[in-house]
C-alpha cells in the first residue's frame, strides 16, 4: 500500500520480499558492505587516505571504483604511488577511475547538490556502483552544523538508494589527545553525521609506538 511518501507492508511480507534478494557481499573485509554509506576517519597524516586507495585498489580488481580525490592533484598522486628508487610506478586495476573537483567550483552557491548530481552522472557513465569521497569537508562545507550535515546526508543516501550504490566517505578528526582510545566522538562535524552513517571504522596511532597504526570499528 502506498501512502503519499510511504510504502506499507506487513513485517512478514517485507521478510519474504527482502528474502528474494541477494544479501550484501563484503566491499573489504567486514569493515564495508555493498549497499553501505560508509565512512573512515582519522587524524591528521596517518595514513587514511593511503588506506583509501588501498581499499579502492582491491575492490576494483572485481567491480568498477569511482575515487572523488578532493585532495592531492594528479601530480601528488602521481608521486605518491611512484618508486623513486627504481623509477617503477604502481599498477592500478583499470576499473579505478580517480576525479578530481574544480577547486574554482568550491564554495559557489549551489555546490553541494551540484557535486552529487555530478557524482551520480559520473557513477553512471562509468558503470560504478562504489563511489569513494576523499573528503566529506570538500562536499558538505558546513558539516558541524547539524541542520545542514542532516540535509546533506539525506541526499546522499537518497543517491545510494536510487543508483543502488555504495558510499565511503572520509573524513577529520577535530585535535584530540592521542593516548586516548578513539570513539566514535571523534568524528569531526555534527554528531547527525555520524548518526545517518550505515558503517564507521577509523585509523589511530599506537600509544606504544608512533609508527603503528590501527584500525577500529566505531558503528556497524
Known amino acids: 500500500v502506498d501512502i503519499g511518501m510511504l510504502t506499507i507492508k506487513s513485517a512478514n511480507q517485507t521478510v519474504v520480499d527482502a528474502a528474494r534478494r541477494p544479501d550484501p557481499r563484503e566491499l573489504y573485509h567486514e569493515l ?40 592531492l592533484s594528479d601530480k601528488q598522486f602521481q608521486l605518491r604511488y611512484l618508486d623513486s628508487e627504481s623509477n617503477t610506478k604502481h599498477l592500478f586495476p583499470e576499473g579505478l577511475y580517480r576525479a578530481e573537483v574544480n577547486p574554482y567550483a568550491i564554495g559557489a552557491d549551489g555546490y553541494e547538490e551540484a557535486i ?19 573528503n566529506l569537508t570538500y562536499l558538505c ?32 578528526t577535530p585535535k584530540r589527545d592521542l593516548s586516548s582510545p578513539i570513539t566514535q566522538n571523534h568524528l569531526a562535524g555534527s554528531k547527525k553525521l555520524y548518526n545517518f552513517f550505515d558503517s564507521v571504522f577509523a585509523i589511530g596511532m599506537s600509544a606504544k609506538d608512533s609508527s603503528l597504526r590501527y584500525v577500529k570499528q566505531v558503528k556497524v
Do not use: P
Request: net charge negative.
Open 32 to 71: 564495508w558492505y555493498e549497499g553501505e554509506v560508509c565512512c573512515l576517519f582519522a587524524d591528521s597524516n596517518l595514513g587514511k587516505s593511503i588506506f583509501a586507495v588501498q581499499m579502492a585498489d582491491e575492490i576494483a580488481r572485481s567491480q568498477n571504483v569511482l575515487y572523488v580525490d578532493c585532495e
Open 116 to 134: 552529487i548530481q555530478d557524482i551520480e552522472t559520473a557513477a553512471q557513465r562509468l558503470d560504478c556502483k562504489i563511489i569513494m569521497i576523499d
Open 141 to 172: 562545507n558546513s558539516a558541524d552544523k547539524g541542520v545542514d550535515a542532516g540535509v546533506f546526508m539525506m541526499k546522499l543516501m537518497a543517491l545510494k538508494k536510487k543508483r543502488n550504490l555504495s558510499l565511503l566517505l572520509i573524513a577529520h
